[in-house]
């Protein structure tokens, strides 16, 4: 499989996984230190899957790095930082500033330079 397949699905595995996370934390709660609540985040079965999407997606990292180089991996998984926070805003309604838009429009510009750069 191509490297750059590999790395859409990492980024889609990792993405998942943030956004199940943050939904089991929904669910158990704020956590202001490692007490109960913290605990009671680790055994959350939402939680635990968020994590193991998020340990899927960095398996299917490394299998992609063991084919490309950092210089051409690293930055193509950067687009978690883009399609997290557009699934953010659909899922849980988070706001997304013009600016955090920006942002977010400039690492998606760099993601395509780096992947139409490799040889």
Request: net charge positive; glycine share 8%.
């Amino acid at each position: 499989m191509k490297a750059w397949l590999v790395l859409l699905i990492s980024v889609s595995l990792t993405s998942v996984g943030q956004l199940v996370f943050k939904k089991g934390l929904l669910i158990v709660g704020p956590i202001e230190r490692i007490g109960g609540k913290f605990f009671q985040m680790l055994v959350n079965p939402v939680v635990l899957l968020g994590i193991i999407f998020a340990v899927l997606g960095w398996a299917a990292y490394a299998l992609a790095l063991s084919k490309s180089e950092l210089s051409y991996a690293y930055p193509i998984w950067s687009l978690t930082y883009v399609v997290v926070p557009i699934l953010s805003l659909l899922i849980f309604k988070e706001s997304i500033s013009l600016l955090k838009i920006g942002g977010l429009a400039l690492i998606f510009l760099g993601v395509i330079l780096v992947a139409v750069s490799v040889k």
